[in-house]
């Protein structure tokens, strides 16, 4: 009896023995199940190849706004840039700082630079990086149009831009020091020595965004707001964001050269139409560029007082063609566009200025056209009439009847018949010119005695 009870009790203890094994291994299965199911988070990456400038802050501000959307583990931004506008730098930073999803600088590829706003920006990640061969810093600003600024203004400039620097550095624990002298000083570093100074001004050194990812995989990132995340990038997929088309052609646009061949090219193009009244492509055609122009004008740093030169100048050339200067018009309107030329764009950058060795030869092609321009219209003015009653003055017609002096008789010119009078006799067939129209009468004499 005792030993049916024990098998009682073993079967019993082997019956829920097995079922929790079958429990766990349930749970176990549900959890790979999910883990299975679960993608791994996508890592968006993006370029900003050129100058800062509003184009930019639109483009990464989308970026960011889609990598958030997608729960992104890492947005990395590619970036290689002379530099730009402190207001668009500012922008860019804060919408890192502001970002949900980690996000990480890489200035890359290899022989690259992150200078000026570039520096600021790179301090200013979640995650600053580094290919070999490349650099940053020199971020000490200059006054707009690289003019010479009193020491007390220079000084406020770079006061500021360093104390702003300063704080993004150290909410970022990176060098301080090393930050303030690259504002303060223009110092520039390599990656080797923006990695080993203590504390570094980045975290990583990487070939490539690959590379990058393999040594950001499991690594712990300090948000601006001090929150921690552990990143996991190991096997996620790459998802790159391009820029719009209206950001492409709007980021080409707003190179200087390329806004100011549009200013110039509209001008031109207005200029012959004016000229040449109903050639309507060369109007079409400048207006177009005129209205390029302006919007590119919209985004790039521009001196008003530069602008208004040029206007002024186009509005000279515009008298030039109903006020009979002999081109002295022409000229006042082609000084002015030369120096609204130089003074057009209000930057420190010399990437977002129009050097002599490109306007120079615009405006000297601008003027050798105007000037042929004149010489044409002035050639045109000292022309006889063709046309109307003064074009009729000299032309030569056969009379059709005999006229007497005084009197009237018949001429043909031109295929039409004129009545016509003389104060010397006309016999019929002579041929006669033309010397003065009264209404519809002409008054004619002998051909041989006006050449006479």
């Known amino acids: 009896m005792a030993d049916s009870r024990s098998t009682i009790r073993r079967r019993r203890a082997g019956r829920a023995t097995a079922g929790l094994a ?29 100058i800062i400038h509003p184009i930019a802050v639109q483009y990464v501000q989308r970026v960011i706004e889609r990598a958030d959307a997608q729960n992104a583990a890492l947005v990395v931004f590619v970036l290689r840039t002379p530099g730009g506008l402190v207001d668009s730098t500012r922008d860019i930073n804060n919408a890192i700082i502001e970002a949900r999803t980690p996000v990480a600088i890489f200035v890359g590829p290899s022989g690259n630079r992150a200078a000026s706003a570039g520096f600021l920006i790179t301090v200013a990640a979640d995650i600053a990086a580094m290919a070999p061969g490349t650099h940053i810093g020199a971020a000490h600003p200059v006054a707009g149009n690289n003019e010479r600024v009193d020491e007390t203004m220079a000084k406020k400039m770079a006061s500021d831009v360093a104390g702003y620097a300063r704080t993004i550095a150290a909410q970022r624990k990176r060098n301080v020091d090393l930050v303030e002298q690259a ?56 998802q790159h964001i391009e820029m719009t088309r209206a950001q492409q052609i709007l980021s080409t646009l707003a190179h200087p050269q390329i806004a100011y061949l549009l200013l110039t090219l509209g001008m031109l193009g207005l200029t012959v139409e004016f000229w040449n009244p109903g050639a309507i492509f060369p109007g079409v055609a400048g207006g177009i560029c005129l209205l390029l122009a302006f919007f590119a004008f919209q985004v790039l740093p521009v001196n008003y007082a530069g602008l208004a030169l040029i206007v002024f100048g186009l509005i000279l050339l515009v ?82 009847t005999a006229i007497q002096p005084g009197g009237e008789g018949r001429v043909g010119t031109r295929g039409e018949i004129w009545t016509a009078t003389a104060t010397v006799p006309i016999g019929e067939g002579d041929t006669v010119r033309v010397t003065a129209i009264e209404g519809l009468l002409l008054t004619v004499a002998p051909e041989t005695r006006i050449r006479g």
């Not at 990695?195 to 001004?201: D, T």
């Not at 690959?210 to 040594?215: A, F, M, R, T």
């Open 319 to 400: 008298l030039e063609l109903v006020v009979t200067s002999f081109g002295v018009l022409a000229v006042g309107g082609l000084l002015s566009l030369l120096l609204g030329s130089m003074m057009l764009f209000d930057s420190p950058l010399p990437e977002l200025q129009l050097g002599l060795g490109f306007i120079v030869p615009v405006t000297l092609a601008t003027a050798a056209i105007i000037l042929f321009l004149v010489r044409l219209g002035l050639q045109a003015q000292r022309a006889p009439s063709v046309t109307g009653e003064s074009g009729m003055i000299g032309m030569t017609a056969r009379a059709l």
């Open 183 to 238: 504002v303060m000083d223009s110092r520039s570093y390599t990656e080797k020595e923006a990695i080993e100074a203590s504390p570094p001004l980045i975290d990583i050194i990487a070939s490539d965004i690959p590379d990058l990812l393999k040594q950001l995989d499991g690594r712990t990132v300090t948000r601006f707001d001090g929150r921690t995340e552990t990143l996991s990038t190991a096997g996620a997929a790459l």
């Open 22 to 50: 079958a429990l766990l291994l349930t749970i176990a299965g549900i959890g790979l199940f999910e883990a299975a199911e679960t993608p791994a988070r996508p890592v968006v990456t993006a370029e900003i190849d050129g």
